[in-house]
């Protein structure tokens, strides 16, 4: 594993699509128990090169009803982007992330990790990535029949803070998911 973090961290295959430069971030141990696939890297990640160091980790750790220390124990916890580093911004927010990274790292990452006994797929790139044919034409019926995904899976939105709106919209996520979340999650740890 380290071996192989190491190579992701050096890696360089997108350096020329990448304008604010190369900086993957991953966490990552062969005895971690929960995975959780997100998007890509933001701005803030990029600068500080520790993975969801930003507000949406912290509605994260809150779904998850974990503390950092938890949150950054390897150990316990696997933090994997579809993309390994920021990938810039559009017009409406940052790019989506870049489609080399997840075919050439994920599998030899998730082949290493063993012990896990829950996957989180933060985001529609995770959830088209993984589930393919099984996901739903949107994130939102994907994520309202996260059950059909389990014990594997677990689908999720991404915690940003623009999706205030969507939970608002949307209160069997709380009332439903979250509970569930928090419960394997804690069974788990």
Known sequence: MENLLKQIRTCRVCKEHLESGVNPVV???????????????????????????????????????????????????????????YPGKNKTGDLPPRLECAPLWHVKLLALMKDARLILLIGQYAQRYYLRDQAESTLTETVRNFRSYLPTYL???????????????????????????????????
């Open 27 to 85: 966490a990552a141990s062969p005895e971690s128990k929960i995975i959780i696939i997100g998007q890509a890297p933001g701005r803030v990640v990029h600068n500080t090169g520790i993975p969801w160091d930003d507000k949406s980790g912290d509605n994260l750790r809150s779904w998850l009803e974990i503390d950092k220390a938890t949150f950054y124990n390897e150990k316990i916890i696997a933090l994997m982007p579809m993309g390994f580093c």
């Open 155 to 189: 689908p999720l939105p991404h915690p940003s803070p623009r999706n205030f709106i969507w939970q608002a919209k949307n209160s069997w996520f709380g009332n439903e998911v979250l509970p569930e979340l928090k419960r394997r999650i804690h069974e788990i740890i």
